[in-house]
């Protein structure tokens, strides 16, 4: 058991701090947080069924929280002939009431069909996906599938390890909402600030890979097409 995050997960639209890394002191007690923890737990756990995760039940236990307060976010992957054990130990887990989720999706995350089917409460991108945004518009359209699966399935998405301003306005420009890492580190007085939208740029323009030729010039024309009505149109939010 062991957590994701290396910082909180804040809410790229409002600023707030939705949850924090989970933290085992150095006796191996979870120590509790204010807010939702969140823990990665291998798939591999969860086959063996209930008796397994007797531990992560007791862990809370004495942490004084509730599996509700809790999301999981499932690591690794699963054969196809392990899917019933893992249907019926995320069964469990819901039941119990933790929130559930998929991590590496992307790159080392279970396969989507397995996902959709588990109906998850969160998918986390692979970090490496994110590391690679925005200068690899390949990884831009494997973050936008990821967005577009969880949209498919009511599911919210993860952006792990955002380090500069542009991963940030790229995650929002896709639909992402939570993201974590350093440069949404809580400053010297505790506070966490997250970056205003990027406004000289459409954010499209980051997502959609490589310029056309002549796409530029064409922006400037329609632009100055559109300067000679009479309303002007508002930029929104």
């Known amino acids: 058991m062991s957590s994701l995050l290396t910082s909180p997960l804040v809410d790229l639209d409002t ?3 939705i949850a924090h890394p989970a933290v085992v002191d150095p006796s191996g007690v979870l120590r509790a947080t204010p807010l939702p923890m969140v823990l990665e737990l291998p ?9 397994a995760l007797a531990p992560l039940h007791e862990a809370l236990r004495r942490a ?13 992957t699963c054969r196809e002939q392990d899917r019933p054990l893992l249907k019926v130990g995320i069964d469990g887990l819901r039941s119990s009431g ?4 998929f991590a ?5 995350g279970p396969s989507l069909d397995l996902v959709a089917g588990a109906a998850p409460y969160l998918l986390a991108l692979d970090p490496e996906v994110v590391a690679r945004i925005p200068g690899d518009h390949r990884a831009t359209a494997v973050a936008r599938a990821v967005v577009t699966l969880a949209r498919g399935i009511g599911a919210h998405v993860m952006a792990p390890g955002v380090e500069r301003e542009q991963q940030a306005a790229v995650m929002r420009g896709l639909g992402v909402r939570l993201a974590h890492g350093p440069l949404l580190a809580p400053g010297p007085d505790g506070k966490v600030r997250v970056p205003l939208p990027i406004t000289d740029e459409p954010p499209a323009s980051a997502m959609l ?3 056309r030729p002549g796409a530029a010039a064409a922006r400037r024309d329609a632009a100055r097409r559109g300067q000679g009505g009479g309303g002007g149109g508002r930029l929104r939010p």
């Open 15 to 17: 600023g707030a701090v």
């Open 43 to 51: 798939i591999g756990v969860v086959l063996p069924g209930a008796g």
């Open 64 to 76: 004084g929280r509730h599996p509700r307060e809790a999301i999981l976010l499932l690591t690794g």
């Open 98 to 101: 933790y929130l559930l989720g």
């Open 104 to 108: 590496g999706m992307g790159v080392a």
């Open 209 to 211: 890979g490589p310029p």
